[in-house]
């Protein structure tokens, strides 16, 4: 089992989010800026999923869907 670091998760994030909606798994991990195990990948595909910042179609296709603006946003609300 591979723990990834934080800037591992960062790239992959960043990377997917560059090519949000046009490549599968396998595409997004070749278009990284540096290796990193396949085995480590999934791990933060599948944290990626978990917190809601990416989406996988059925057709494999992964999108990034994290929406920080929207996100600040919400958190600045008062309740009231």
Not at 27 to 50: A, C, F, G, H
Request: avoid cysteine; aromatic fraction near 10%; glycine fraction near 2%.
């Amino acid at each position: 089992f591979r723990s990834p670091t934080l800037d591992t998760v960062r790239m992959v994030e960043k990377t997917i989010e560059k090519n949000s909606g046009e490549f599968k798994k396998t595409q997004i991990w070749e278009k990284l800026p540096r290796k990193v195990m396949w085995s480590t990948y999934l791990t933060v595909i599948n944290y990626l999923e978990e917190i809601n910042h990416v989406i996988i179609s059925e057709n494999g296709i992964i999108t990034h869907i994290w929406n920080p603006k929207l996100a600040r946003k919400i958190n600045s609300r008062k309740s009231y």
